[in-house]
């Protein structure tokens, strides 16, 4: 009777726990299904590539990613961030209204003045510091960890790289390392524009584990060999020439430039391929002007739907002449530049004068195959979509020019496009330059 008794208690006991288990079962998938939060600040003068290459990379993953101006309250620009080389964005919100909020990450972009703006926002020193002192995973690349982190002491003891000429920034307590990407404990660095994508797969792999970083580094197509020279394979070589007249090429800064190159955006375009585009090409010193397809110049961005503002209307554009048109890919972006009959026929007039013209990911495949415009030609595309070009004898290549047309494969070869691109238009040596200062090589 006592063992029965002690039975009955015991099946009692356990009955009653099970609605605090299953309580307990919910609580814990709830907190699965949870993304992480990831905090990227921006400022004016931030590198966009650097900023861009996180937000998408972590969206990628499935973080929940907010960018946030530093810029203070009060500022009649809204949330509009005047980022380097010209780049508008539109940020998610201010840094100033999450200071109560927890993030599983916050990865400061570099570029120059940004870093310093980025360092005097008294609100994002106090988050970081904090997120430091709790053990959280914080982060920076280019002259951020030197100008900004380092300023703050958060970087005391660690091993951490920067860009290569803020290094001497680095105090005694820090310990300089001349890599690529560097982690030690929870703090992650890198060096530059070049070097956004393995950063940002680093920091994939501080919050989700390597098999999580490599999941989403496969449709990226990075660089097997990351520091080492881009290759374009080049089939019926011409040189690609330049009319008119100088004009302005980095906005606001007076450079003068016979480049003139559009690039069309459109809702769902691939913000790592239009940055790379705009970001370069101004470096080299083009004139390029940003188009937008849709209704307005704010365009949002397919990955991480990143704001970014045109400088004018596609209408615009049709009634100018230009010695380039290259378009980013993304989905449904180059449907709707495959679409814009305004753009189609841009393109069509650029191909017939012999003019340069081209395209990355999507766009070869869903843009110029279906206009005819790669008739006769070599070229490549996102692996993917490879089997919509009617010759897919090049489509292994990361960078194919045959002629007056370029090309190329996806995210991760879009730093080499626009290197290409500039050694069509600028010269070898140019190029190489370029690449040298983007820490590519």
């Known amino acids: 009777m006592a063992m029965a008794a002690a039975s009955a208690s015991a099946m009692a006991r356990r009955a009653a726990s099970w609605p605090r288990l299953l309580l307990l079962s919910r609580a814990f998938a709830a907190a699965a299904a949870e993304p992480k939060r990831v905090l990227v600040p921006v400022a004016d003068g931030t590198e966009p590539v650097e900023a861009a290459a996180t937000a998408d990379v972590l969206n990628r993953a499935g973080a929940r990613v907010t960018v946030a101006t530093a810029d203070p309250a009060g500022d009649d620009r809204g949330l509009l961030v005047e980022a380097a080389f010209g780049v508008k964005l539109v940020a998610d919100g201010r840094v100033a ?152 090429g980095i906005p606001g800064q007076g450079l003068l430039s016979k480049h003139k190159v559009l690039v069309p955006v459109a809702n769902g375009s691939e913000e790592m391929e239009a940055l790379n585009l705009i970001d370069i090409l101004r470096r080299a010193g083009a004139n390029v002007t940003v188009a937008s397809v849709e209704d307005k110049l704010q365009v949002v961005t397919r990955r991480h739907k990143f704001n970014l503002i045109a400088d004018i209307m596609v209408e615009e554009a049709a009634k100018r002449e230009f010695d380039l048109i290259v378009m980013p890919g993304g989905l449904p972006g180059a449907q709707k530049l495959s679409s814009t009959k305004v753009l189609v026929d841009l393109l069509k007039k650029q191909a017939e004068s012999n003019k340069p013209y081209g395209a990355i990911c999507a766009s070869p495949a869903y843009v110029l195959e279906p206009h005819g415009l790669l008739k006769g030609k070599k070229a490549t595309s996102f692996p993917p979509m490879a089997h919509l070009l009617t010759d897919q004898s090049a489509c292994d290549s990361r960078v194919v020019v045959d002629g007056n047309l370029i090309t190329s494969k996806a995210p991760g070869s879009a730093t080499e496009f626009a290197l290409a691109i500039v050694e069509k238009l600028f010269g070898r040596e140019k190029a190489v330059s370029i690449a040298k200062e983007l820490i590519f090589m």
């Not at 490599?214 to 020279?229: F, M, N, S, T």
Request: charge should be negative; include cysteine.
């Open 97 to 248: 209204d999450l200071e109560g909020e927890a993030f599983d990450l916050i990865a400061l972009p570099g570029g120059m003045p940004g870093s310093a703006n980025l360092r005097d926002c008294k609100v994002l020193e106090k988050m970081v510091k904090k997120q430091a002192e709790q053990g959280g995973l914080y982060a920076a690349i280019c002259a951020t960890p030197a100008v900004t982190l380092a300023h703050w002491g958060l970087l005391k003891g660690l091993k951490a790289t920067c860009y290569p000429s803020f290094m001497e920034k680095f105090t005694a307590e820090i310990i300089p390392v001349n890599s690529r990407v560097v982690v030690d404990r929870n703090a992650v660095t890198s060096q530059g524009p070049a070097t956004a994508i393995e950063y940002a797969l680093a920091l994939v792999e501080q919050l989700y584990g390597k098999e999580k970083s490599e999941e989403v580094a496969g449709p990226l197509y990075v660089r097997p060999q990351p520091g080492v020279d881009y290759v374009i394979d080049e089939f019926n070589s011409v040189e690609w020439k330049c009319s008119g007249t100088p004009q302005e």
